[in-house]
């Protein structure tokens, strides 16, 4: 163990935890195969004692007033905000991504729970008019009940944070499962919620395998609501047990994301924006931008100049600022990855750089893969399925046309980009690009808080996380009825 590593219980009832002759399991840093905690193996007797903890706590922080759990949340956020760094580190050395995006995840968290503690003193409905006199119609959010949060490993701390914040101020009691490979991290955001006076109950944390704890969480009766962020398997799997309950199952799933280049396009921004999407957090983003399409007149010139950026650049031990790449995430990670590398060349692409696991040295104690870019014809399977690695497809397109029709011919639709100085083709693109997210001459990545994030096809099941669109995915809405006639109304006779 490295000096920094810690064991860790469960959480439940605002209690840490760890039950009496409990396996445990360790996550290890990806770049120098050290141990960084060491966690409870939750079994489904740990899972429903949780949600036992979260049905007792759920009336009495659904009776606290918004404002008050807004404020809990604010307090949340001023702690991460006084952490950033240590927890930066961690997500580093837990995750693997270079410290300024560590530093980058826990920002997201704090400007996520800030914007949520903001909803305490909104949690807005609407009023309409009624279609009879002396009558009042309105809406008002109310609290789902026991939702359960079940998060990736590649966003350590914000995507927790994105759910367990929204669904807290909304007033829900939350059973949190992270992903095992970085439970550390997970651990310290709940201690950050604790730390901040969230009531006993009102979080509980079970870590443990997702066949196991998951599945034993989303098949209780008791839990109402489901938001779960991973792989689009596993997503297909939680969906259909959620069904069997009729649970509302939210789901952000995997991602193809293309950057279409435009002959007009400034190049300049354009490879900063291609280089940063396609090999940022090693392309272990679900918006990762994994697919570049360029018109054919730009097409030699752009792929050279990239393939120059990107032999440049340094990949190493993530905590040293100077690198630009840190290792993948975990040896499942390098092997899925280094398979895929493999598929593109028996499929016959031209591999134009990298390919290979970094070895020699450091790079021999963790998961250390060369930046890699394919020229493939669409249609090969490096081109449609998802790789989650460093690893970036190129095909040449003859206009914006056929780019568009490229673009959006995958099963998913989560992140979009297209660079261009032809503002009528940029609004087009806004248009017919079939993701739930598009950017104009900017990066597949760089989401905002404020704004909804998800995507089309099988990047989900239609919701959306974060901005206001995250109050739906956590509360029902009630319609309410005021009739101050004084009388007995029927809608179709008095109308008339
Ligand atoms: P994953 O293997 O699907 O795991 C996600 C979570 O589900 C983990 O907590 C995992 O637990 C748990 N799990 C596994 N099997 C389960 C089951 N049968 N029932 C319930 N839970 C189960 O995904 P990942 O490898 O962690 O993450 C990578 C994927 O996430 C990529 O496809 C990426 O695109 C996607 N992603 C999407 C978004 C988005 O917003 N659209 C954002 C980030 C990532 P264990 O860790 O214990 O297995």
């Keep these: 163990m490295t000096e920094h590593s810690r064991a860790y219980g469960l959480f439940i009832g605002g209690k840490w935890e760890t039950p009496a002759g409990a396996k445990t399991f360790k996550t290890l840093n990806p770049a120098t195969g050290e141990v960084v905690g060491e966690f409870v193996a939750g079994t489904a007797a740990d899972a429903k004692a949780a949600v036992d903890a979260a049905v007792r706590a759920f009336p009495a922080w659904k009776s606290t007033p918004t404002p008050k759990r807004g404020e809990i949340l604010l307090a949340a956020s001023q702690i991460l905000r006084r952490r950033k760094e240590e927890v930066a580190r961690l997500v580093s050395q837990e995750m693997g991504k270079v410290i300024s995006e560590g530093r980058g995840d826990v920002q997201e968290s704090i ?41 990736p490993w590649n966003f350590p701390t914000a995507i927790p944070n994105w759910k367990i914040a929204a669904a807290l101020v909304c007033g829900n009691s939350v059973v949190f499962k992270p992903a095992s490979a970085t439970s550390r991290c997970a651990a310290e955001v709940v201690r950050v919620y604790e730390e901040a006076g969230v009531p006993p109950g009102v979080l509980n944390f079970v870590t443990g395998s997702g066949g196991t704890v998951g599945n034993a969480l989303i098949e209780d009766p008791r839990v109402r609501g489901i938001s779960f962020t991973g792989g689009v398997d596993t997503g297909r799997e939680v969906y259909t047990r959620g069904a069997k309950g009729l649970k509302t199952v939210h789901l952000e799933l995997g991602g193809k994301n293309p950057v279409i280049v435009l002959n007009d396009a400034n190049l ?11 090999f940022g957090t ?10 570049l399409i360029l018109e054919d007149g730009i097409y030699d010139t752009f792929l050279r100049r ?16 100077s690198v630009e790449m840190g290792p993948v995430a975990s040896a499942d990670q390098e092997k899925k990855i280094l398979e895929y590398i493999q598929v593109g060349k028996a499929e016959g692409a031209h591999l134009a750089t990298g390919g290979s696991r970094l070895t ?28 989650f690695g460093p690893v970036l497809s190129v095909v040449r397109v003859k206009d914006y046309k056929e780019a568009v029709r490229v673009a959006n011919d995958v099963e998913y639709g989560l992140s979009s980009a297209i660079y261009t100085k032809d503002v009528n083709l940029a609004f087009q693109a806004i248009e017919e690009l079939e993701t739930g997210i598009t950017y104009i001459n900017a990066p597949t990545i760089g989401a905002e808080v404020q704004l909804p994030f998800g995507g089309t096809k099988n990047t989900g099941n239609g919701g959306r996380e974060a901005g206001s669109a995250a109050i739906e995915e956590y509360t029902e809405t009630k319609s309410v009825f005021i009739d101050y006639s004084n009388r007995l109304q029927k809608a179709q006779i008095d109308t008339a």
Excluded at 268 to 278: E, I, M, Q, T
Excluded at 381 to 386: A, L, P, V
């Design 360 to 387: 020699g040295g450091d790079y021999d104690r963790g998961h250390f893969i060369e930046p890699t870019i394919f020229e493939v014809r669409h249609g090969m399977r490096i081109s449609k399925e998802e790789i």
């Design 268 to 278: 300049d921004l354009a490879l900063d924006g291609v280089l940063f999407g396609a």
């Design 282 to 291: 090693q392309g272990q983003r679900c918006t990762a931008t994994s697919r």
């Design 306 to 321: 990239l393939v120059e950026r990107v032999r440049a650049l340094k990949v190493g031990d993530p905590l040293d600022p």
């Design 111 to 151: 400007d996520f729970i800030e914007y949520m503690a903001g909803e305490g003193r909104r949690l807005q409905g609407e009023t309409v008019p009624s279609e009879l006199k002396l009558k009042f119609c309105l809406t008002v959010h109310q609290p789902k009940g026991v939702v359960v949060c079940i998060t």
